[in-house]
Structures are given as C-alpha cells and as structure tokens.
C-alpha cells in the first residue's frame, strides 16, 4: 500500500536537492579557478619564443629562400634541416641526415596549415604560415623514412609527402665539407 509522502519525504527531497546543487556549484568553482589559474599561468609564461616570418616574400629573401633549404652542419656540429611546406609538396623533396647526430628542424609553410611527421620516428611537427616551427631530433640508425603531410591542406593533400634518408655520421660529414647544404633529390 503507497502513502502519499508527507513532510518527512519532502524534506529528504529538499536536502538532496540541496546537496546536489552544492556538488554542482563546487565544480562549478573548480572549472573557474582552473580557467583562472591556467590563464594567469600562460600569461606570466607566455611561449618561450614565437618566430613569425612573412609567408608572401619566402621564396625572395632570408632563411627559406630555395638554395638554403635542405641540411647544413652548424658551427657546433649539430645539423639544421630547413623545410618549406606548400601545396602540394616539401622542398626538398627528399631530406639527408646523419644518425647519432643532434637534428633541428625549422620549417614554415608557403600557403596553409601543412604537417609532417617522419614514419617509425616521434617527429611529428605543424607547418603554419606565418610561424617558423622548431623540432629536434635524433636519429638512431641508416635507413629512409617516408615523411607524409598530415594535415589536411585541400585536394593534393594525399599526394604530399617527402622522404627522409638517414645516412652514418661520417659520410654525412664528409659529404658536408664539399656541399654546403644537402639534400637527396638527385640521388
Ligand atoms: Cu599539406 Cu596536407
């Protein structure tokens, strides 16, 4: 037999009630001093550098022009690799590095957002017009990668990709001292 709920019923309704809309105004305040938190965080620390770069004059002047791009050993003897992506290809086409070696990327993009990664590698980078994006690496043994754009950047982006050929540290290096930068294309 039901009874109709009295006042006791309806007060343990009223305390539940009650209880929950606490819970809810708690996480509530959780979720603002988080937002509140991570913003100041990110101001204080803004990103440790930003490079912008003009995507227009890319091929005219500086660091991307063409005959600059590929992998040059820097005075320190690390190697810098300089990539342009656009649609729908990497210049270059095809990217020699030394294994056991310290590898920093600096690439940018000509036209939209583009992005590589180098198979059976952790490099997985963004290409965006406008920002040069850095990437080091290393690489532990000889051998080619293929190295797809993964971003979807329009029509032509399956067929974008290059290649990433790892050779032994001292032919690189010795490759080096007769070239100044080096790519695979021809090869
Ligand atoms: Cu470039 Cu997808």
Redesign the pocket.
């Known amino acids: 037999m039901a009874t109709a709920p009295g006042n006791h019923g309806e007060d343990v309704a009223a305390q539940a009630e009650l209880r929950w809309a606490v819970f809810v105004m708690v996480v509530i305040g959780l979720l603002l001093v988080m937002i509140a938190f991570a913003s100041l965080h990110w101001v204080m620390m803004p990103a440790r550098r930003v490079e912008t770069i003009n995507p227009t004059t890319l091929h005219l002047t500086g660091e991307f022009v063409e005959d600059n791009l590929g992998s040059a050993v820097e005075p320190d003897g690390s190697v810098t690799v300089r990539l342009v ?1 656009q ?2 290809s990497f210049v270059p086409q095809c990217i020699v590095v030394p294994d056991n070696t310290p590898v920093r990327f600096r690439g940018t993009s000509a036209d939209v957002i ?1 992005g590589f990664i180098i198979a059976d590698t952790n490099v997985n980078v963004m290409l965006e017009p406008g920002y040069i994006s850095t990437f080091q690496a290393r690489f532990r043994k000889p051998g080619m990668h293929v190295m797809p ?1 993964h ?3 329009s029509v032509g ?1 399956a067929g ?1 990709w290059a290649r990433v050929k790892v050779i032994d540290r001292d032919s690189f290096f010795k490759q080096a001292q007769t070239e100044r930068r080096q790519s695979c294309v021809q090869q």
């Open positions: 992506g649609q729908y583009h754009c971003e979807f950047c982006h974008m």
